[in-house]
C-alpha cells in the first residue's frame, strides 16, 4: 500500500536549494542590452561605399583626405548590417540591383597608427531563406568601437 502512494500521491515537496537555475542563453542572441534609442544619444557613424570592392587602407591614410564617397549615418550601437544595408540602398543605386551583395568592413588604426580594413559581414540587397546572410548581426556584436569607419563593397553578381 506504501508503493501506491509514492507513485501516484502526492508531488514531492519543493528542494531546499530553491528554482533550477535557468537554461543558458542561446549563442545566436545579443549578447549586450538593446539600446533605449528614444533616450540614448546617436552616434556619428561614417560610412564610405565602393562598388567592385573595398578601398585600400592607404585610401585612410592621410586624415582629412578620405575617400569621397562618404555617407554619414546616424545610428545606435544595436544597429543591424540589415538597417545599415536598406541605408546604403537609399543613396547608391547599385546597392538596390537584386543580385547585388554588400560586404561590411570595419576601418581603424593599429596599435601602429595605420589604418586596417577588416570585413565583418555580408548581406544580399534582396534576402530569402535560400541565402541567409549576417543581416541580424548588430555593431556592437561585430565589435565595433566609436571613431571606426564603415567600408561597404557592393559586389555585384
Known sequence: MAEVQRRGGRPLPPSARGPPPPPPASRSGP?????????TCPLLLRVFTKVGGH???????VRGKEPKD???????????LRELT???????PEARRKDAMLSF???????????????????FSSPNARRPD??????????????????????LQ
Open 86 to 92: 536598406d541605408l546604403v540602398k537609399e543613396v547608391a
Open 105 to 123: 568592413a570595419f576601418v581603424f588604426p593599429n596599435n601602429r597608427g595605420r589604418f586596417v580594413v577588416r570585413e565583418v559581414g555580408r548581406t
Open 55 to 61: 578601398h585600400n587602407e592607404e585610401d585612410f591614410a
Open 31 to 39: 549578447r549586450f542590452q538593446p539600446v533605449d534609442r528614444e533616450k
Open 70 to 80: 562618404e555617407v554619414q549615418i546616424y545610428t545606435w550601437m544595436d544597429a543591424t
Open 134 to 155: 549576417d543581416g541580424s548581426r548588430a555593431l556592437a556584436d561585430l565589435k565595433f568601437q566609436i571613431g571606426d569607419y564603415l567600408d561597404v563593397a557592393i559586389l
